[in-house]
């Protein structure tokens, strides 16, 4: 039940990272039968949701309570599925409906502390207009 889907094909998880309640993050996370790559009827995971609800062209940065939702997720996702699902798979995933990866979402941010976090697992995979993500920095 833990990974059931309302209309909008949402989890809890999903509901959890858009409200930015971090403490049900974190222990929706610690639940041995979670899915945190589970896509939503945008094809989205917990990681792309959140990272595609960040206006890249704010002035204002991000506030810390969505960095902290990011760091449960990349932190707990990651050891979660090493063989089965691995997690590059997941943030370089181009199946949302903007055709973005969560790797290409958090290199458009001004704030690069989302991208410096999933660098590690970026593929290099260009969006739709051939930029990757690695050359939104230079």
């Keep these: 039940y833990i990974n059931r889907q309302n209309n909008e ?3 809890a998880l999903h509901i959890a990272v858009q409200k930015g309640n971090i403490e049900a993050v974190r222990w929706l996370m610690l639940c041995a039968e979670i899915d945190p ?3 939503n009827e945008n094809s989205q995971s917990p990681i792309t949701l959140l990272l595609s ?3 890249p062209d704010q002035e ?3 506030d810390n309570y969505k960095k902290e939702v990011f760091d449960r997720l990349v932190d707990q996702a990651d050891p979660l599925w090493p063989g089965i699902y691995p997690f590059r798979r997941i943030v370089n995933a181009k199946d949302d409906v903007n055709g973005l990866s969560a790797v ?3 290199a458009r941010m001004r ?3 989302f991208y410096n976090k999933l660098a590690k697992y970026d593929d290099s995979s260009a969006d739709g207009r ?3 993500p690695a ?4």
């Design 135 to 138: 050359d939104r920095y230079k």
């Design 130 to 132: 051939g930029v990757l």
């Design 60 to 62: 204002v940065l991000p």
């Design 111 to 113: 704030d690069r502390y």
């Design 9 to 11: 094909g949402n989890t």
């Design 53 to 55: 609800t960040l206006d």
């Design 37 to 39: 790559v589970m896509n």
């Design 104 to 106: 290409q979402y958090a």
